[in-house]
T-cell receptor
Framework: GAGVSQSPSNKVTEKGKDVELRCDPI?????LYWYRQSLGQGLEFLIY????????KSGLPSDRFSAERTGGSVSTLTIQRTQQEDSAVYLC???????????????FGPGTRLTVL | GNSVTQMEGPVTLSEEAFLTINCTYTATGYPSLFWYVQYPGEGLQLLLKATKADDKGSNKGFEATYRKETTSFHLEKGSVQVSDSAVYFCALTSTISYIPTFGRGTSLIVHP
């Protein structure tokens, strides 16, 4: 079946502009995660959704970052007034089942590479 | 809180060499342990997992054993190929936190 998809695959923007990144999880997956991966770095957790609710937004680096999820499916990560330090690959992952299950692997999308000039 | 520590990379090997990438963890609750692989330009994909102590995960010639006594989950492969060149991430999830904890990743470069 279809995997996790993300769009756009690449985004180049100017400093100060707003950007929207989209994630389509695997159908039926209730949990959705956003991560940021800077060059040569590991994964930085941003936000987690269970259904349409975001019980944990603790990873969002500033109030310029926000995310929503509608219909328990598609999620959008929005970065307002982008800065050069926002340049990174933004990864989305989904998992089946309920929150708290430790056995579930994460299914990752290919990522969106964001470059802020 | 939970944490995962991986050996620093890059690890550079010749084809057919033996591979070990060390991973140790601290966790509350009863963690499940994972290895993910990221090929250039792609997202992460699950390589193998183990959900309880002494379990061995294996896939594509890679193996890792969940060692509770040493809190380790080292990745091994007997004979690497050029196509194994990628970044490898050790990770855990636990019954306490729904947010997976990832290591910083270890880059593997295999030369012909």
């Amino acid at each position: 079946g279809a995997g996790v998809s993300q769009s756009p695959s690449n985004k180049v923007t100017e400093k100060g502009k707003d950007v929207e990144l989209r994630c389509d999880p695997i159908s039926g997956h209730t949990a959705l995660y956003w991560y940021r991966q800077s060059l040569g770095q590991g994964l930085e957790f941003l936000i987690y959704f269970q259904g349409n609710s975001a019980p944990d937004k603790s990873g969002l680096p500033s109030d310029r970052f926000s995310a929503e999820r509608t219909g328990g499916s598609v999620s959008t990560l929005t970065i307002q007034r982008t800065q050069q330090e926002d340049s990174a690959v933004y990864l989305c992952a989904s998992t089946p089942g309920t929150s708290g299950s430790p056995y579930n692997e994460q299914f990752f999308g290919p990522g969106t590479r964001l470059t802020v000039l | 809180g939970n944490s995962v520590t991986q050996m620093e990379g890059p690890v550079t090997l010749s084809e057919e060499a033996f591979l070990t990438i060390n991973c140790t963890y601290t966790a509350t609750g009863y963690p499940s342990l994972f290895w993910y692989v990221q090929y250039p330009g792609e997202g992460l994909q699950l390589l193998l997992k183990a959900t309880k102590a002494d379990d061995k995960g294996s896939n594509k010639g890679f193996e890792a054993t969940y060692r509770k006594e040493t809190t380790s989950f080292h990745l091994e492969k007997g004979s690497v190929q050029v196509s194994d060149s990628a970044v490898y991430f050790c990770a855990l999830t636990s019954t306490i936190s729904y947010i997976p904890t990832f290591g910083r990743g270890t880059s593997l470069i295999v030369h012909p």
